[in-house]
């Protein structure tokens, strides 16, 4: 992924429309993206606003709970290279073999985060977290 890949981020609109165009383009910036979750912090809570890709039942996670809990607990960006092998793993769908999550913030701090499946094993490299957490600075003003 190159960051030419997150132009379509700058200036989106505000509420659910915005967010639903942006996990859109995430989507769509690599084949290797099956389905992308974005989801504010309200509190304890990850709530999710917007997807792209396969539905998920979790809609709400709180912090320390799966992957994208232990994110925001631990401060930093998760890669499971193989979800089958990680005893946090939370599963949204039977096909997903590895998943990414990096942290939205603004101002320093966390509001949300991009949480994205893939059905390929060990399908992102650090250069495709370096770009998500670029991305993820053009998000924090949407969240």
Known sequence: MTDTAWESLHDLPRGSNGLERAARALREASPR???????????????????????????????????????VASGASQVVADVAGDPDYVSCSLETR??????????G???????ID??????????????????????????
């Not at 590895?98 to 101002?107: A, F, K, M, N, W």
């Open 33 to 71: 993206h099956t389905s992308v979750y974005l989801y504010g912090l309200e509190g304890d809570t990850l709530v999710l606003r917007a997807l792209s890709g396969r539905p998920t039942e979790h809609t709400r996670i709180q912090v320390g709970e799966g992957v994208c809990g232990r994110a």
């Open 98 to 107: 590895s998943e990414c999550v990096v942290l939205v913030r603004r101002g």
């Open 109 to 115: 701090r966390v509001v949300g985060q991009i949480d």
């Open 118 to 143: 893939s059905d390929l094993p060990d399908a992102f490299t650090p250069e495709d977290v370096d770009s998500l957490e670029r991305a993820a600075e053009l998000l924090g003003p949407l969240l």
